[in-house]
């Protein structure tokens, strides 16, 4: 009886180990986020260039900033006059290696405005992009989760059909405003991630 109950004890022990042994593999399998962009400097800031409605004639301003060494600050004002209505900044071209089911993860503090997340491929084709609406929540740090197959194709805001998105393609990507709602703006981003398909987490704040 004394045997057969201390190999049940051993049993027991084994199995308790070898599940606990488990965990941190199983973590590592569910946790497969990257960093696309953080700010952590000026170099990780140059890497980001401004694109307003200026290139059609428009009068909107902004410029992105450094804030407290590990926040880029986008801000300025948006203006409707002589047709404009845009103001946006984006990564300067370079792989980001990504691929299908995954979710790109902003961290940002916004004014309450709503802005687009946009994805960029080298195409001849002008103001095109693949493109997401999220909302800010003013004054608050949010993580916003936008999953690739959302994205939209857009050639000046308007959707393009049939025109699906090879994440691979993808070389850039950005942040606009283009609310029609003129006045000053201002979105701190702590950090662009992107997890992968094997990620287990649902998104909690995507577009719209």
Do not use: H
Not at 29 to 50: H, P, V, Y
Not at 136 to 154: D, S, Y
């Amino acid at each position: 009886m004394f045997s057969r109950s201390f190999a049940l004890l051993v049993s027991s022990c084994l199995l308790i180990n070898a599940l606990a042994a488990a965990e941190p593999e199983a973590d590592k399998q569910a946790s497969q986020a990257r960093t696309l962009f953080d700010f952590n400097g000026e170099k990780d800031l140059s890497r980001w260039q401004i694109v307003n409605d200026g290139v059609m004639g428009g009068r909107s301003t902004s410029r992105v900033q450094l804030q407290a060494d590990v926040e880029m600050k986008f801000s300025g004002n948006l203006s409707l006059a002589n047709n404009g209505g845009f103001a946006s900044t984006r990564s300067r071209g370079a792989s980001l290696s990504l691929k299908r089911g995954d979710v790109i993860v902003l961290t940002v503090k916004g004014d309450g405005r709503k802005y687009n997340f946009n994805a960029y491929v080298p195409r001849r084709r002008m103001a095109f992009s693949y493109r997401a609406d999220f909302k800010t929540v003013k004054g608050e740090w949010i993580e916003v989760r936008i999953p690739l197959r959302q994205l939209v194709a857009t050639s000046f805001g308007r959707e393009v059909r049939g025109a699906s998105l090879d994440p691979a393609e993808v070389n850039s990507v950005g942040i606009l405003l283009g609310d029609k709602k003129p006045g000053a703006f201002e979105l701190l981003i702590k950090s662009i991630e992107v997890e992968s398909a094997g990620d287990v987490k649902e998104f909690t704040l995507t577009a719209g």
